[in-house]
């Protein structure tokens, strides 16, 4: 049933959030935000509580990782299923989020692909709140980082050397081939 159209009138920043919360309140556990965020395209999302555990993940990110379903990433950390050196990165972040209860924007992470190799994501961090406005976890999106074709600052010379150091992360990188894809000495 349509209701009949009112005419809009100008909320406060008070009345913005009680209506935003009064809505909420309405929507039923199984009608939230986390419906959408698992069918956005390319993008992964995880939920962590302030243990660092996750609370909620992606259908995406939990078969990526190698779960047969999110469920069963619900109560590990990123130290289950990551390198130790990057889930005390992805750590770090949290808690930054978790202390300061502002969002992490735009950060360029390694994470892992498809076949298991490591690339480059980028990640936002938001802290949740409760009613009280406590932090109580936080929201993660997760989308894979579009490349070096948006480093514009990146010259033509250097260019060569960075594919090759992203095409080669999980070996070692010995800086006389840098030297050589460079065209310069070692020296």
């Known amino acids: 049933m349509?209701?009949?159209h009112h005419a809009r009138t100008r909320l406060t920043p008070d009345g913005v959030r009680d209506l935003q919360r009064a809505f909420i309140d309405r929507v039923a556990a199984d009608g939230h935000f986390h419906i959408v965020l698992n069918h956005l395209q390319n993008t992964r999302a995880v939920i962590k509580d302030l243990d660092g555990r996750f609370v909620w993940a992606t259908d995406n990110i939990s078969r990526l990782r190698g779960f047969?379903?999110?469920d069963d990433m619900i109560g590990l950390?990123?130290?289950a299923i990551s390198p130790r050196p990057i889930?005390?990165?992805y750590q770090r972040d949290d808690q930054k989020v978790f202390r300061t209860g502002e969002p992490l924007l735009g950060r360029v992470e390694l994470g892992f692909d498809e076949t298991g190799m490591l690339?480059?994501?980028v990640v936002n961090k938001f802290p949740l709140k409760d009613r009280a406005g406590?932090?109580?976890?936080?929201?993660a999106t997760i989308q894979k980082h579009p490349?070096?074709?948006d480093f514009p600052a990146l010259t033509s010379e250097l260019r060569p050397?960075?594919?090759?150091?992203l095409k080669h992360l999980v070996e070692p990188i010995h800086v006389a081939e840098l030297a050589r894809r460079a065209g310069i000495s070692l020296r």
């Open 2 to 4: 349509l209701r009949r």
């Open 134 to 139: 406590q932090v109580i976890g936080l929201i």
């Open 68 to 70: 047969s379903s999110p």
């Open 87 to 89: 889930a005390l990165a």
């Open 119 to 121: 690339d480059w994501y």
């Open 77 to 79: 950390d990123d130290f």
């Open 161 to 165: 050397i960075v594919e090759h150091i």
């Open 147 to 149: 490349g070096l074709v």
